[in-house]
């Protein structure tokens, strides 16, 4: 009866000054898996861009960029209007 057994360990980030648990699995969590913790699927779908500790890092990128205890991430939308 151990339904909330949890025996992964936690890695906290931080997301747009948020701080957010990512469970590290046998692997290193990259920033596709952080990404996917703080981000609606809806959001998923938009256009937006992405800052590792203060640098740039493009899509095609963000399964193989590893992330680290206590990394910042920022996560930049586009602004529509005029």
Do not use: C, R, W
Not at 29 to 53: K, M, R
Not at 54 to 77: H, M, P, R
């Amino acid at each position: 009866m151990n339904a909330n057994k949890d025996d992964g360990k936690k890695m906290k980030l931080f997301i747009n000054g948020q701080a957010i648990e990512v469970s590290v699995e046998a692997e290193k969590p990259n920033l596709l898996i952080a990404l996917q913790h703080y981000l609606t699927p809806e959001q998923q779908q938009q256009s937006f861009a992405v800052a590792l500790n203060g640098d740039f890092v493009g899509k095609a990128d963000y399964q193989q960029t590893l992330v680290n205890q206590g990394d910042s991430i920022d996560v930049l939308f586009p602004i529509q209007g005029g």
